[in-house]
C-alpha cells in the first residue's frame, strides 16, 4: 500500500470513513468522562431495579464525542434469579457495527466480580470504558451503585532524554521512556517530577576496610537516600589525624552537583567520628572518606547513621 493521507483532495475527494477517522481522533482525546472525581457521580441507583445517568454529561471514546442529553437516562437492570449475588457494570461502549457511543449495562456472572471490559482497537468490535458497578443481590427489588468513572486526563509526551521537545511550553510534561523519569517545563528549564531508581547497592573496594553490611541508596522523585553500611578495619591501626577511603562509592547519576555531604559515624568505644560524601563538584566525586575519628584499630567497627539524603535534580 502506498503513503496516503486524510482528509485531502487526493484521498477519496476529502471524504473518510469512520474508520479512518477513528485512526487520527482517537488521539484527539483520552477516553473518558469530561470532568474530574470531585463533580457529581454519572451513575446513580434509579427506582426499583434500574440506574439513573444523570444529564449534561460529555465524553469521548476513542475520537468520538458522547452526551447523556438533558433528562436523566434510565436503564433497566437484569433480574437476578440466580441465587447468588452479581455485579454488572454500566459502560460506555463504542460500537462500529453502527459507529455509535451509548452507556448501557454490561451483566456480570452470579457470585463472580463485575464482568471485564471490551477494548478492541481495530477496525471492528467494541470499545468499552468504566462508568460504574452495579450491585445485583439475589432476588434484588434494588440495586445499589459504585461509581467508577474513566475521566479524560491530560498528556503526557514520550520522548528520551535526548528527545524532549526542544521548543516546549510552560508547564508541558514529558515521560523519559529511557530513564523512566516524568518532567515538567517550568518556563526555563526541564524539572523532574517522578523517577524511582530502585535499590542500588554502592558497595566498592577500598584498602584497609571490609564491607560488614550493604550501603544502599534509592533515587526517587530527584532526590537521593542514601544507607551508609557498617565497615571493619581489616589493615593496621589507622591513626586519629589520617584520612581514609571507605569502601562506598556514589555513582555518578546519585552525585550531588556541586556540595559535599556529611555523615555521623560511631567507632568501636562508642566514639563519633565524620565522614564526607564529595560532590561530583570535587577532585574526589562520590568517594566516601573518613575524616574525623579517633584511633582506629584492626577489628575496630565503624558504622555510620543512615537515613541520608540530597537533591540531585
Not at 219 to 238: D, E, K, P, W
Amino acid at each position: 500500500m502506498a503513503q496516503d493521507s486524510w482528509p485531502s483532495p487526493a484521498h477519496n475527494d476529502r471524504a473518510i470513513t469512520d474508520t479512518e477517522y477513528e485512526k487520527i481522533a482517537a488521539r484527539f482525546s483520552g477516553d473518558g468522562v469530561y470532568g474530574a472525581p470531585a463533580d457529581a457521580a454519572v451513575v446513580t441507583a434509579g427506582v426499583g431495579l434500574s440506574v439513573d445517568i444523570r444529564p449534561n454529561v460529555y465524553a469521548s471514546l476513542r475520537g468520538h464525542a458522547w452526551t447523556s442529553g438533558t433528562a436523566t437516562v434510565n436503564l433497566p437492570v437484569t433480574p437476578n434469579t440466580s441465587g447468588q449475588r452479581r455485579v454488572d457494570r454500566v459502560v460506555l461502549r463504542l460500537d462500529r457495527s453502527a459507529w455509535t457511543v451509548r452507556a448501557v449495562i454490561k451483566d456480570g456472572t452470579p457470585g463472580g466480580s463485575a464482568p471485564a471490559l471490551t477494548q478492541n482497537t481495530g477496525d471492528t468490535g467494541l470499545y468499552e470504558v468504566a462508568l460504574a458497578a452495579v450491585n445485583v443481590p439475589a432476588g434484588a427489588t434494588s440495586v445499589t451503585v459504585d461509581r467508577n468513572e474513566l475521566y479524560v486526563g491530560v498528556r503526557i509526551r514520550p520522548c528520551t532524554s535526548a528527545t524532549r521537545n526542544p521548543n516546549p511550553a510552560a508547564g508541558e510534561m514529558c515521560f523519559e521512556t529511557d530513564t523512566k523519569r516524568v518532567r515538567v517545563w517550568t518556563g526555563s528549564s526541564w524539572t523532574g517530577l517522578f523517577d524511582d531508581s530502585g535499590q542500588v547497592v554502592v558497595n566498592a573496594t577500598a584498602t584497609g576496610w571490609r564491607v560488614i553490611s550493604d550501603s544502599v541508596l534509592q533515587r526517587r522523585n530527584g532526590a537521593v537516600h542514601l544507607r551508609i553500611g557498617a565497615f571493619q578495619r581489616s589493615g593496621g591501626t589507622l591513626a586519629g589525624s589520617a584520612e581514609s577511603r571507605l569502601p562506598i562509592t556514589i555513582p555518578a547519576a546519585y552525585q550531588h552537583p556541586n556540595r559535599d555531604q556529611y555523615a555521623i559515624a560511631y567507632t568501636t568505644g562508642l566514639v563519633v567520628s565524620r565522614a564526607i560524601i564529595y560532590s561530583a563538584a570535587s577532585d574526589r566525586p562520590g568517594q566516601v572518606w573518613l575524616m574525623n575519628h579517633p584511633a582506629i584499630g584492626t577489628n575496630d567497627y565503624v558504622l555510620p547513621g543512615s537515613g541520608m539524603s540530597w537533591v540531585v535534580d
